[in-house]
């Protein structure tokens, strides 16, 4: 009988702990790896390696969702328009109503309402909105705040904007 109870008393704890963790992670922060190198050198500065924990894990905080609250310079989390099974980071460089100009062409684009244009700090490895246009802010999951691994990175994540290609 006291193993019954030993079982139910540890279920009955980690089911709660559990589904608290899932609302938190739902609904207010949550922890992202990094793959890849299009945002580097703010993210993954040192490239892609094959150890995963040299990767960079970020704070990536949902209070930003709750009204579309973004800035020019803020790095968020989407999920890919051409593929929802796929997320993306990359930093905001233009939002609704803003005008953007091409690096590559002279083509001058207004960025439509409830969208925002966004781009990789490294713009020769970055797949973004120079390639599949603004991206709608539905899919946008969050902003990323703070890099919490590896222990060397630990901080803040810059809000920078970018020089160049947007005019307000």
């Known amino acids: 009988m006291g193993t019954h109870n030993f079982l139910w008393s540890f279920t009955k704890k980690y089911v ?3 589904l608290i963790a899932l609302t938190v992670s739902d609904r207010y922060v949550s922890i992202v790896p990094i793959r890849g190198v299009s945002m580097s050198p703010t993210l993954n500065p040192h490239g892609s390696s094959s150890i995963r924990l040299a990767d960079d ?4 905080e949902k209070f930003c969702l709750e009204k579309y609250k973004f800035s020019h ?3 968020v989390v989407f999920r890919s ?6 997320k993306h980071i990359k930093r905001i460089t233009a ?3 803003d005008w953007i100009t091409s690096h590559y062409s002279h083509d ?3 960025v439509p309402e409830g969208h925002c244009w966004v781009e990789g700090d490294n713009s020769t490895s970055s797949l ?3 390639s599949f246009g603004p991206i709608p802010l539905g899919l946008v999951q969050g902003r990323v705040t703070h890099i919490i691994w590896p ?3 630990v901080g803040r994540v810059e809000r920078r904007i970018p020089q160049g290609g947007v005019s307000f």
């Open 151 to 153: 222990p060397q990175r």
């Open 16 to 18: 709660t702990f559990g």
């Open 128 to 130: 973004d909105s120079r």
């Open 73 to 75: 310079g803020d790095v």
């Open 108 to 110: 001058i684009l207004r």
């Open 81 to 86: 328009p051409s593929d929802h099974r796929e």
């Open 95 to 97: 939002l609704p109503g």
């Open 57 to 60: 894990f970020v704070l990536v």
